[in-house]
Structures are given as C-alpha cells and as structure tokens.
C-alpha cells in the first residue's frame, strides 16, 4: 500500500514566537524552522508501516517555499521514498491546501493519507478532516494508535472523555496525535541517502488550484500579558490568600 | 438567516460547552439554532430548548448519530446548511473532527477556535499556542466556526425554545464507531470545573496523583495534568491540559509540581487565579502565578490536605 504525507514547514517549536511591531505577523526572519511535530509523528508512523512490510511507498508532501525542500529532505530522511514540493511564497488556508492534497492523491492514489492534526502556528486543525471530506473517505483524527486489517484501519482516538476506537474502510486519512509514536532521529547515512532521493517540483496552478486566500488576517497582536504575583511562605498563608482573592 | 449551533452532549447530558457557543452565536447570526444530533436523548434536547436565546432545537435522534461520527454528522448538517449563515460548534474533540468536513463540502474556509466576535465577521483568535492573537475578517456566504468556550459565558437558561424533530441524512458507510474507553469520575468535568488542581511530573508516580486528588476533592475540583504527566503514564490522555490536550479557565487553577512549559500554559493562562507549588524557585509557572509556593510537593499536599480540613472543607 502506498502512504501518503504531508508535511508542513514551521517554526520550531521550542523557538519562543515574537509578533512584529507592525502586526503584520509574526517574526519569520532568522528563526529556526522545523517541521511541524505532528507531520514528524505522522512521518514516523508511515515508516513504522513500512518496516512491518504494510507499506510498499512513502510518499511525502509539501506545501510551501523553496526552503520547504529542506522539510521534505527530514521527511525523506527518516524514510520516505519520494517527495513532491508544492512551491507558493504565500500563506495558503487549509481548504486550498486540502484541495491541492485532492489533486496529488487523485494522481498518485495512496490507501492511507496520514499528517498531523494540526499545524503548531496557525493551530487550525483542519487539512486533514477537509481532504476526507473532498475525497468522500472516512477519517480517524487525533491518532494515538493503529492497526491495519483487511482494507481497514483501525484507530484509537484520543477524545475529550478518553479514547475512542473506530474503523474507518481504507483508503482514509488519519490525523496523528502526539502518544501515537515517538519519531526516531535520522542518522547521517540516512540523511546522505535522502539527498539523493527524488523531489519533484510543482506548483499550485498544475493541480488547477485556486490559493488565494479567502480570510483576511487584520493583524496579529500580543496576548495579554500575567505577571507574576506573589510568594507565600507556607501552606495556610497561601490558603489565606486564595480565600481573601475569593477564589476557594 | 440564522446560526446553528451543534450541541456537544453523551446523549444523557447536555455539555455546556453548547450554551458558550450559543453565546458566541447570538453575535454572529441570529436567531440560533441548536442541533442535537443523537439517540435516546430527550433530556439533552429539553436542556437545550431551556438555553437562553435559543429559539428552536432540531433533533435528529438516529442510532447512526449514537457517537456523533464525522461522517455521518457531515450529510446530516449539509442537509441543514442551506438554511443557515453560520454554522457553530464547540472547539471540542467533536467538533474539531466533524466541522473541518462541513466546510470543505460547502467550499468555505473554517475559522478555528475562535475567543472573541468583534463583529458578524471580525473575530479574534489565538495562532501559535496562544503566543499571538490573530484579528480576522471573514466575509463569507456561510460561516464554519469552533468556538473556544473557555473565552465565553454561557448565557443561563430561561429560553423555551421549540422542538422540530428531522429524520436522518445518507449513512456513507465509510467508518463505524468501534468501541471506547472513557474515563468515569465522580469529580467535576475539567474544563467545566470552578477549581482544577493539576499535577506534573513532579509527583513521580500515579501513586502518587492520589495527594492530588486528595486535595481536588476536599475543593470540589477537577483533577488535571501537564503533558509530561501523561506521557509518563501517570494518568490517562483526558486529564492533560495545554495547547494539544484541553484549555481551562477555572476561578482557580493550582499547579503542582508543573514547571510551566509553554504549551502547558496555553491551556490555563486565562485562569482568574493561578496558584503554583514547586521546589524549584525558577520554575516557568512562578512567572504567570498569582500566588506561588516554593516548597516540596510531598510535604506540602498533605499539609494543604490537613489544613483544608482544619478550615471545614
């Protein structure tokens, strides 16, 4: 079975975010950037497959600038096959990038699409359930395991009350969560061999996609800022003071 | 037109996740609408009809929407949309699962997590764990929104809405519930709770969330957990709180043993009071705590135990 994953270039998640003085966005110049933590699980789970002989070709995808290579050469890394870059300068919204994914797994008709289930900088949690939809296949989002049998995924969600246990019929897409592995570190050879691995190179408008963003982002600010309050000394002074603040 | 709200419920109770998102709807589209989608659920559609602004609950009760699966939640709302401007739910694991489908079907982009309207289409919302707030306008035929609830209050009851039942949508028969394993507590739900203790890796064992939950019972409160907590097996996946687990905004959050990562503090940082105890004077949490406590967990739970006691509680 072919494996489908996309993979998404982010900043890294241990770099701290700062927002520009403008609002214009946040501070992308000089920082480190990542692939996203989810698509790393998802990367790792697709390999894991293919250890146990499931599956026959990792495919991974994604969407974004030229440097986005760098993110498909981990990806390729940790053992995918082939990587396919979709090149675009601009932000694009979940639905277009769901309606690229459509294009790619019409051409290259994986079994299963697994990516994370959300991106750490726009938090939107959405690509994957939109592609299901496109593609009118079943989903298993928030992964924290799986099983494939007989033209079946089973997969254990994680949900607000605990775990949940579908089985969705192949082809599907899964979205990954963060207990369902923990992704290895390429070792150098793998990392010499990825550079030789095959990247194509395409664009939005080969897959006929409109990518023109259809929300407008006014601005980006900060938080509202806690500061720190006070030290108490003991336990009952802590209790005075959280009765006094009303809050027990 | 009008706004319809997906209401999150387990078929005996109606979560009141459904009223905050209600509130956030009110000023999106009026009037609203809540669905519930379920089966033997009559007490959750009687909560519903009570939600304050409310003016009519469609049910559609079906043994094909038992677990609200995203497939099957997916026809059914495209049988609705036509009707509706807006359609809303809770940023809970439901409807982060069943939406994103709604919007790719109907060709809109999703606005996720929203935590505040500023106008029918100006809303507020977090990007990057909570380090930014990205304004946006989404001017739009329809409208798909997760709504944080934690960033809205739920407007009571008093309404008296009317019912109108509907029959089911097509089955797509691609994915079928398989079973589940949900945490039973007699504890407040988390993210509903006025108080949540929550332990981290500090305290070591699960053995040991017993202080924990010593301490959350003598309060009536919820017992959460850091990342690092769960990863370590101390307590199940449902009890983690921050950026990819559950955000919480209690009256008070205590933090035992949490050094405070920063995906740990997206999930509690709108909190009224944090209180934090650790041994570690420079840990992250003292930096957004209220109240701190430099001291050893393990000495200072049982004397929190023994003092709440002393004070009657």
């Not at chain 2, 956030?24 to 007490?43: D, E, K, M, R, Y």
């Not at chain 2, 946006?136 to 944080?148: C, F, G, S």
């Not at chain 2, 809205?152 to 009851?157: E, I, L, S």
């Not at chain 2, 105890?277 to 049982?302: H, M, R, S, Y």
């Amino acid at each position: 079975m072919k494996v489908l994953v996309p993979v998404k270039r982010v900043i890294d998640f241990n770099v701290k975010v700062r927002v520009k003085s403008d609002q214009s966005g946040v501070e992308l110049a000089n920082v480190k950037m990542s692939m996203n933590p989810f698509d790393e699980i998802a990367v790792e789970e697709a390999v894991r497959l293919k250890e146990k002989g499931k599956a026959t070709e990792i495919v991974a995808v994604s969407i974004g600038p030229q440097q986005a290579s760098e993110t498909l050469r981990t990806a390729l890394a940790m053992g995918a096959d082939r990587g396919i870059l979709v090149k675009s300068d601009a932000e694009i919204e979940p639905l277009a990038v769901a309606k690229i994914l459509r294009a790619i797994v019409n051409e290259e008709k994986p079994e299963l699409v697994i990516t994370g289930k959300q991106a750490i900088d726009d938090d939107a949690n959405q690509t994957g359930q939109m592609l299901a939809a496109l593609l009118g296949w079943g989903q298993g989002t928030f992964a924290h395991k799986l099983e494939l049998e007989n033209g079946a995924a089973k997969i254990e969600r994680e949900v607000d009350g605990g775990l949940q246990s579908v089985e969705v019929k192949t082809p599907a897409v899964m979205t990954t969560d963060l207990r369902l592995n923990e992704p290895r570190y390429a070792s150098l050879p793998n990392i010499m061999k990825a550079k030789k691995k095959p990247i194509a190179e395409k664009t939005p408008a080969d897959y006929g996609v409109d990518v023109a963003p259809r929300i407008k982002i006014l601005k980006v600010s900060e938080p509202p800022k806690r500061s720190a309050g006070i030290r108490v000394k003991s336990v009952p002074e802590l209790l005075d003071k959280l009765t006094e603040a009303g809050a027990i | 037109m009008a706004s319809l709200v997906i209401a999150e419920h387990d078929n005996r109770a109606l979560s009141d996740a459904t009223a905050k998102t209600v509130a956030a709807s009110s000023s999106v589209s009026c009037p609203v609408h809540v669905l519930v989608a379920g089966q033997n659920c009559a007490s959750v559609v009687a909560a519903a009809a009570k939600i304050k602004g409310v003016e009519k609950v469609i049910v559609a009760e079906d043994p094909l929407y038992l677990h609200m699966m995203a497939e099957t939640m997916e026809t059914l709302l495209l049988s609705l949309a036509d009707k509706y401007d807006a359609i809303l739910a809770p940023a809970t694991s439901n409807g982060k699962n069943i939406l994103p489908r709604v919007a790719a079907k109907l060709d809109v982009p999703q606005i996720s997590e929203i935590t505040k309207v500023l106008s029918p289409d100006t809303f507020e919302r977090p990007i990057y764990a909570g380090n930014a707030i990205q304004t946006v306008e989404a001017k739009l035929p329809k409208k798909i929104i997760t709504v944080r609830t934690t960033a809205f209050k739920a407007p009571g009851d008093g309404g008296n809405a009317q019912i109108e039942k509907i029959s089911a949508a097509a089955d797509p028969g691609t994915a079928k519930f398989d079973g589940e394993i949900l945490s039973h507590s007699e504890r407040p739900e988390l993210t509903a709770a006025k108080i949540v203790v929550s332990g981290g890796r500090g305290l070591g064992s699960g053995e040991n969330f017993k202080l924990i939950e010593k301490v959350a019972d003598r309060l009536h409160a919820a017992v959460g957990a850091s990342r690092a907590a769960v990863d370590a097996g101390y307590v199940p996946n449902d009890y983690q709180v921050g950026q990819t687990g559950k955000v919480v905004a209690p009256d008070l959050y205590l933090a035992v043993g949490i050094s405070g990562a920063i995906q740990h503090l997206a999930g509690m940082k709108d909190s009224k009071v944090i209180a934090a105890i650790n041994k570690d004077e420079e840990a992250p949490i003292f930096q957004v705590a209220d109240f701190g406590l430099v001291a050893d967990l393990f000495q200072a739970l049982p004397e929190l135990d023994q003092e709440l006691a002393k004070r009657g509680r």
